[in-house]
């Protein structure tokens, strides 16, 4: 099946660095690809949708300046939180969508937990 | 407004027991549903249902789609310890990016 890796999987930081998370599509190429944060016991909130080559789409409420986005390749998108503070705390997945079958296959995950 | 509705929230049973998990949606312009099971780490694939009437199978998982009354059933039979998870259903709707739309998934304990 399709495989979507991410990275890194844990990441501790202090208040105000910044973040980067990889997410690539190992063996298919994806145009699109999508941001999830998740928190304990709750479902998949998207943050933003990832077009290769164009300006990521945001979801209503998600802060674009705070929450880069970047989508360089057919295979890679990578997402930086900038100036982290202790309430980004959370569970980011990737997912990316395989264009010839419609599904979309998630990464593994990274925590991300700020000090 | 696109919504997505499972039920139940979560469910305990016994090893062995069968299951049956529910999905229902409204979504313009449907395009599929699918099943996600989702462990300690990000959610695996289960199955994309595109057809009504269509069950799709794998092991001891199956399901189906109902298109003219909006729901999709996830079945498990035998179940063992292994199928603890919380199981989620999202539907890709009007959008053509493909964009899912998530329910709020069950929580599936199966104890020995």
């Known amino acids: 099946g399709a495989v979507v890796s991410q990275h890194p999987s844990r990441v501790i930081c202090k208040s105000g660095t910044s973040v980067k998370i990889e997410c690539r599509s190992l063996d298919f190429q994806a145009t699109t690809m999508f941001w999830y944060r998740q928190f304990p016991k709750q479902s998949l909130m998207l943050m933003a949708t990832?077009?290769?080559?164009?300006?990521?789409?945001?979801e209503q409420g998600v802060e674009k300046d705070k929450f880069l986005i970047n989508h360089a390749s057919l295979t890679l998108s990578t997402l930086t939180v900038t100036s982290a503070h202790p309430e980004d705390s959370s569970f980011y997945i990737c997912?990316?969508?395989?264009?010839?079958?419609?599904?979309?296959?998630f990464g593994p995950g990274t925590r991300l937990t700020v000090l | 407004e696109d919504k997505v509705v499972q039920s139940p929230l979560s469910l305990v049973v016994h090893e062995g027991d069968t299951v049956t998990l529910n999905c229902s949606y409204e979504?313009?312009?449907?395009?599929?549903l699918l099943w996600y099971k989702q462990e300690k780490k990000a959610p695996t694939f289960l199955f994309m249902l595109?057809?009504?009437?269509i069950e799709k199978k794998s092991g001891r998982l199956s399901s189906i789609l109902d298109k003219k009354e909006l729901f999709s059933i996830l079945n498990i039979t035998a179940t063992q310890t292994g199928d603890s998870a919380i199981y989620l259903c999202a539907v890709s709707g009007s959008s053509n990016t493909g964009k899912l739309i998530f329910g709020q998934g069950t929580t599936l304990q199966v104890k020995p």
């Open positions: 595109t057809s009504s009437g």
């Open positions: 997912s990316a969508r395989d264009g010839g079958t419609d599904t979309q296959y």
């Open positions: 990832s077009n290769e080559g164009s300006k990521a789409t945001y």
């Open positions: 979504v313009t312009n449907f395009r599929s």
